[in-house]
Nanobody, 122 residues
Framework: QLQLVESGGGLVQAGGSLTLSCAAS????????MGWFRQAPGKEREFVALSDWSGTTKTYSDSVKGRFTISRDNAKNTVYLQMNSLKPEDTALYYCARTRGWIRDESDYDYWGQGTQVTVSS
């Protein structure tokens, strides 16, 4: 029933910025924690960021801390990922996902979007 659709990906130069959006439909995201993951070709999916239901508490992977910011607008049923100072290593397919927990394991997330591609050129 719940659908998550990511958008905002694209090709950017190293050092540039990009903001991803995750729009929910068929249900609300309010009351749920929301996270972002990414997966590069040939690599495992990795955790990026997580926000609690209100957007008050957030946590990030060490690789993006200080450069990425997760936020949400529950009235718009949307989660965002602001990405600054992008590096070629950030190139990946980015996913948003829903959870009731506070762990970084993929298995703890019950709904996933289709992903949006981010490519950072050097």
């Amino acid at each position: 029933q719940l659908q998550l659709v990511e958008s905002g990906g694209g090709l950017v130069q190293a050092g540039g910025s990009l903001t991803l959006s995750c729009a929910a439909s068929g249900g609300t995201i309010s009351g749920y924690n929301m996270g972002w993951f990414r997966q590069a070709p040939g690599k495992e999916r990795e955790f990026v960021a997580l926000s609690d239901w209100s957007g008050t508490t957030k946590t990030y992977s060490d690789s993006v801390k200080g450069r990425f910011t997760i936020s949400r607008d529950n009235a718009k049923n949307t989660v965002y990922l602001q990405m600054n100072s992008l590096k070629p290593e950030d190139t990946a397919l980015y996913y948003c996902a829903r959870t009731r927990g506070w762990i970084r394991d993929e298995s703890d997330y019950d709904y996933w979007g289709q992903g949006t591609q981010v490519t950072v050129s050097s």
